[in-house]
């Protein structure tokens, strides 16, 4: 028999494992991840910003899509309303997602001009009480983009920060899930990833959430964002194994590719079919364990 305690501890041991060795694994952040689970079973109004770009491609990843509407999906199944938040990049592939996950919450698109204006406005109309970001670049020190390999996407990337920074000036708690230090939210760890990461100095992004997930994956912090929830909830919100694999196949389908190896098949990270499917399975073994007692 599991304790809530305990239960929590086994998740975040799941999803932080740095099997891509990014260095994340070098950084801890003992409560975020509590806290973050805390934060959104207690919200009403959530906006779930992703989306991260592939120059090679032209389209965007395949980390990112999965861990934010599998969270979604457990918000809403607590009758919450979730607005997703993303670009020209990732939208068609966050809806064809929403197809296999049955996710009702709507997609809204920022466009590259006048990216901060609509951000603004899209806040404004919706009005969340808690703002989420998976998977979605943040500005480093030089006002720019980047991948993890360093090269500056700003020519693509709308830029999206101010959605996160609106919150903090509204007093709205925001969460964060990233694995490689060039995310959004990163900034809370900012000394941390340029000491550990590859590329740190320079790719590592300025704003910081207050909660801040970090993930081997990021697709995985999103996951354990759904399995915390239902912890608390003392009620199953996580997909199984092979919703998460119909849900990769549709977005891959959708032109979604893999962000380490650039190519258009059913990985995350370059980490294969199987380790993504351990991992959702692996959580869902948790709940299971924690609700059967």
Sequence with gaps: MLTKNQAFKKIEEIFAEDAGGRGIGEISLPGDYEKAVEDL?????????????????????????LGTLSIGKALEDLGKE??????????????????????????????????AIFCRDLFEDFMPDHFLSIERPGKAANGSFHSMRGEDLSDLIPSTDVLMLTAIERGIRTTAVGDG??????????????????????IAAEVAADNLILAGVSNWGGHGLA???????????????????????????????????????????????????????????????????
Excluded: W
């Excluded at 230090?181 to 320079?202: A, C, F, T």
């Design 181 to 202: 230090g060039n995310e959004l939210g990163m900034g809370k760890v900012k000394d941390k990833i340029i000491e550990h990461v590859n590329h740190g100095e320079l």
């Design 82 to 115: 979730v607005l997703f938040v993303t670009d020209k990049f990732s939208s068609h592939l966050l809806e064809e997602g929403k197809k296999v996950l049955g996710v009702k919450g709507q997609v809204a698109e920022v466009p590259y001009e006048n990216a």
């Design 227 to 293: 399995a915390g929830l239902s912890v608390v909830a003392e009620k199953d919100l996580l997909h199984d194994r092979n919703i998460e694999k119909k849900t990769l196949e549709a977005i891959v389908a959708a032109g979604s590719v893999d962000g380490c190896t650039r190519e258009r098949v059913a990985t995350v990270d370059g980490l294969t079919l199987e380790k993504n499917l351990s991992i959702v399975e692996g959580m869902k073994n948790i709940i299971d364990e924690y609700l059967s007692k």
């Design 41 to 65: 079973f207690n919200s009403k109004k959530v906006m779930i910003l992703t989306g991260f770009v592939i120059r090679v491609a032209g389209v965007g990843e395949t980390d990112g899509p």
